[in-house]
């Protein structure tokens, strides 16, 4: 029994980290690969699996529906989404897309893209979409809730201080960095909400990779937080993909109801999914399934891992 548990944590940490991607041509958003993963019996939870490949809780469940996000089931096959198509829009800086709940930063002249999971704002405190730019960086920062966000805890029957300061308990984590005059992208003081709608509108990022973000990015770096749920494209060798990520819940009528969000169909999607050389009935199921996952729905041959 050592010797499996010692076998199931050698496989586990020999695994790489996924944040770093090489940058594909100008013609190309197709990036990394997806991974399957055995869950060892050692009580980790899905959070920590999702952590250790750079992922977000709610894109692991996205991707292996039904799982226990506590207890994954030791000796269930886990898929880790790290498949994914960059968002449509420029390369340049940083990139946040709320849908899909992740961050992407393009380093000058540098042929590679970064990317991490994130915590967005709550329903009620979304994360606006906008082009800014990265005006400060705080070490070290103090919380001053808002008016509003601390009318919205006053109305759940919990009083806010008028700043939290910088320690172990301020939810901004150890290090800031403000775009515009409201928002920041920062750490946290608690890992489990990476990856879903917790924060009060801002960024939250894991504490090593703010880190890496407050020591790399510099000052005046462009920054657009787009929301787009639904990416797809057509790679250079002609085959086609979708993916296709929840949409995220605008009203409270949205968030209590069991059905689910309805997309975003634009007729330029319209017109891909039913375009020459595609499979139709392949591209219907991956727009109701909703994996958070690159899926191939050209009629020619299925590349490698687009079944998940």
Known sequence: MK?????????????????????????????????LYTVPDDGRSLESIAAHFQTGLLGMLEANPGTD????????KLVIPTQMLLPDTKREGI???????????????????????????????????????????IPNPSWTPTPNIRKRYAAEGKTLPTTIPAGPDNPMGLYAIYIGRLYAIHGTNANFGIGLRVSQGCIRLRNDDIKYMFDTV?????????????????????????????????????????????????????AFVK??????????????RRS?????IGHSAMPAGSGF
Do not use: C
Request: aromatic share 8%.
């Open 3 to 35: 010797t499996l548990l010692l076998s199931s944590l050698f496989f586990f940490f020999s695994l790489a980290r996924a944040a770093d991607y090489p940058l594909p041509a100008a013609d190309s958003r197709l990036i990394g690969e997806n991974q």
């Open 69 to 76: 996000p506590w207890l994954p089931k030791a000796g269930s």
């Open 95 to 137: 990139v946040v897309n709320v849908a899909e709940l992740r961050l992407y930063y393009y380093p000058k002249d540098e042929n590679k893209v970064v990317v991490y999971p994130i915590g967005i704002g709550q329903l009620g405190a979304n994360t606006p979409a906008m082009v800014t730019r990265i005006s400060q960086k």
């Open 218 to 270: 510099p000052v005046g770096t462009r920054v657009q937080i787009i929301d787009q749920p639904v990416k797809y494209t057509v790679e250079p060798d002609g085959s086609r993909w979708v993916e296709v990520h929840e949409p995220l819940s605008r009203n409270r009528a949205e968030y209590e109801s069991d059905r689910k969000v309805p997309l975003p169909v634009t007729p330029a999607l319209q």
């Open 275 to 288: 375009g020459e050389d595609v499979d139709v009935n392949r591209a219907e199921q991956a727009l109701e």
């Open 292 to 296: 958070g996952m690159p899926v191939a």
